[in-house]
């Protein structure tokens, strides 16, 4: 079970863009797509077939899963992140500071 999964609020803990929040756009294996997060600047040719227009082009760009927590909205903060078993067998990811169910 993954920590950290598609559509999570996440905080940035390290790197050019700590401090800052945004949604989980997509996993790729130990990186993230951070929606605002990360942005890059893109050259792009032109490509008339798609109706693409040329020139430098703003995009979100990955970022390592270790330098993001998922946001805890009752302690205002970035926080850990455990699994924990419940007594009918599902697991669910927990916070590590207060043991609250990140998903029910």
Known sequence: MRKI????????I??????????????LGDYLL????NKVKKHQKPNP?????GGIVEK??????????????????G???????LEDGRKVRVFK???EVVDA
């Open 34 to 37: 951070v929606g605002g997060i």
């Open 5 to 12: 999964k598609k559509n999570d609020d996440v905080i940035v």
């Open 79 to 85: 926080d850990r992140v455990g699994i924990k078993t």
């Open 60 to 77: 979100e760009s990955k970022i390592h899963i270790s330098n993001v927590a998922l946001f805890n909205a009752a302690a205002n903060k």
């Open 14 to 27: 390290a790197g050019k863009d700590k401090g800052n929040r945004g949604n989980v756009l997509s996993v």
């Open 49 to 53: 077939v798609k109706g693409l227009a």
């Open 97 to 99: 500071s207060n043991g």
